[in-house]
């Protein structure tokens, strides 16, 4: 197995919390939250997908536009993230290009160093294992909407 193919191995395999969520989730469910001051479900749907798609473009060199509107000071959710459909394709998408922009890297790539204001100076093995917790950490959080959201 080449570095490259045991690193897609550890991200798929650590993206699965979040893909055996994805069936259970109906449209009834994109409001949900834990507290009423906190991000709805189809909120961290598109939240997801969207820093999925900021790695493969600024982190791992990927060329595509992203549209982040769940990012930065005018990210504000007020429901309007509802279109279950929609957020799936979206999740599926980033998905494909998070994983064409990583099958591109040659063996050695995993030990260069990417800098971004973010976090700051790191490897892209690193880096990778950045977006691999960063969407858990989402996906534990959407476990609980599922189970005591209201």
Known sequence: MTKTELMLSLWEEGRTRLANL???ITAAD?????????NSLGWLLLHIGEVEQLFAKNVFGE?????????????NDHGQFADLGALLAHLEHARQVLRTALE?????????YIETKEFGRKTKAEALARISTHTAWHAGQISLILKYGS
């Open 30 to 38: 994109m409001p949900r939250k834990l507290h009423p001051k906190s």
């Open 104 to 112: 591109k890297h040659a063996d050695a790539d995993w030990e260069a």
């Open 63 to 75: 060329p595509i536009e992203v549209r982040a509107s769940t990012i930065g000071p005018t990210a």
């Open 22 to 24: 994805l069936s259970g």
